[in-house]
């Protein structure tokens, strides 16, 4: 079981329910409204971008820190703890963003699911 289902603020507010098979069949119900593979990769690469560009600012003020102090701190420990400073940072300046892509991972996942039992039902022959 995904962690996503196991969270309860990650699974959208009202259920998906499964619908005949048309050229929106990548589209599923969330709380916002319907969410699509498009949408849900356009926020993963944003709140993707948006770390990194975090770590890049954080890393930029260790070697900026560093020079105002009159020492050269070298390339890869800045990034290294830019990285280990902007993992619980992006956290809460990006809350907002990482549960737009929670609720649209679920969304398209409960749509997933609601399709392939459907059309398992409709191979037992239980359908319409």
Do not use: C
């Not at 079981?1 to 507010?13: G, I, Y």
């Not at 971008?49 to 975090?54: D, F, I, K, Q």
């Amino acid at each position: 079981m995904s962690q996503l289902s196991e969270n309860p603020e990650n699974v959208p507010s009202e259920p998906v329910k499964a619908s005949k098979p048309s050229a929106n069949s990548g589209q599923a119900k969330s709380a916002t409204g319907p969410v699509t593979k498009g949408q849900l990769a356009r926020d993963v690469v944003l709140y993707s971008v948006a770390r990194l560009l975090l770590v890049v600012v954080i890393g930029a003020l260790i070697i900026g820190g560093g020079k105002l102090a009159g020492t050269d701190v070298p390339l890869i420990v800045a990034a290294l703890f830019a990285v280990l400073i902007a993992l619980p940072l992006s956290l809460l300046l990006f809350a907002k963003l990482r549960k737009r892509v929670n609720a649209g991972i679920a969304a398209v996942d409960a749509q997933r699911r609601s399709d392939r039992d459907d059309l398992r039902s409709k191979l037992r022959g239980d359908g319409r």
